[in-house]
Antibody
Framework: EVQLVESGGGLVQPGGSLRLSCAAS????????MHWVRQDPGKGLVWVSH????????DYADSVKGRFTISRDNAKNTLYLQMNSLRAEDTAVYYC?????????WGQGTMVTVSS | DIQMTQSPSSLSASVGDRVTITCRAS??????LGWYQQKPGKAPKRLIY???SLQSGVPSRFSGSGSGTEFTLTISSLQPEDFATYYC?????????FGQGTKVEIK
């Protein structure tokens, strides 16, 4: 079964850092680009970042550029999102998603709350 | 950046109704568009990819059409399990952009 499982969310103070992980299984992880997508509570979906298969090419939404870093470890079948200088507006459910003709598979999401 | 305008933002319909949701792109995106269904507390699920291809396992009452700048998701006969929020997504260029969502509610 193709599966993406996020972890690492939680409560963090403004200005703090958090690292999200996404464990992939059931498919050849190194063959797929990956994204992070977030959803504010009760609101719509927002694309955050993308990484290509080799990990060398990345893209970011303007709202997170310079603060977030996406990376991957193909040997461990794991995707990461390092989030620094967190702001209240970064509060959201963060989804790890797979690239296949756009986005096909979604993880269950992990909640990040930025609050003092 | 390519903007996606989805309409309507919400609609009320009855079981058995035909429902149509539209997404317009601010510039041409070929057929680089997907449709997603999301139920409360759950991750989105893809219904349609490359504008008109039905995702495996998705009922045939769902269909997609369009190319370029205008796209449509149609539910031919609304079922109780279809009450949810629907989103389009353009993946032609970065930043990827979702539509604002359409909440389909029971009339």
């Amino acid at each position: 079964e193709v599966q993406l499982v996020e972890s690492g969310g939680g409560l963090v103070q403004p200005g703090g850092s958090l690292r999200l992980s996404c464990a992939a299984s059931g498919f050849t992880f190194s063959n797929h680009g990956m994204h992070w997508v977030r959803q504010d509570p009760g609101k719509g979906l927002v694309w955050v970042s993308h990484i290509e298969t080799n990990g060398h090419n990345t893209d970011y939404a303007d709202s997170v550029k310079g603060r977030f870093t996406i990376s991957r470890d193909n040997a461990k079948n794991t995707l990461y999102l390092q989030m620094n200088s967190l702001r209240a507006e970064d509060t959201a459910v963060y989804y790890c998603v797979r690239v296949y003709y756009g986005i096909d598979i979604w993880g269950q999401g992990t909640m990040v709350t930025v609050s003092s | 950046d390519i903007q996606m305008t989805q309409s309507p933002s919400s609609l009320s319909a009855s079981v058995g109704d035909r429902v149509t949701i539209t997404c317009r792109a601010s510039q041409g995106i070929r057929n680089d568009l997907g449709w997603y269904q999301q139920k409360p507390g759950k991750a989105p699920k893809r219904l349609i990819y490359v504008a008109s291809s039905l995702q495996s396992g998705v009922p045939s009452r769902f269909s997609g059409s369009g190319s370029g700048t205008e796209f449509t998701l149609t539910i031919s006969s609304l079922q109780p399990e279809d009450f949810a929020t629907y989103y389009c997504l353009q993946h032609n260029s970065y930043p990827l952009m979702f539509g604002q969502g359409t909440k389909v509610e029971i009339k």
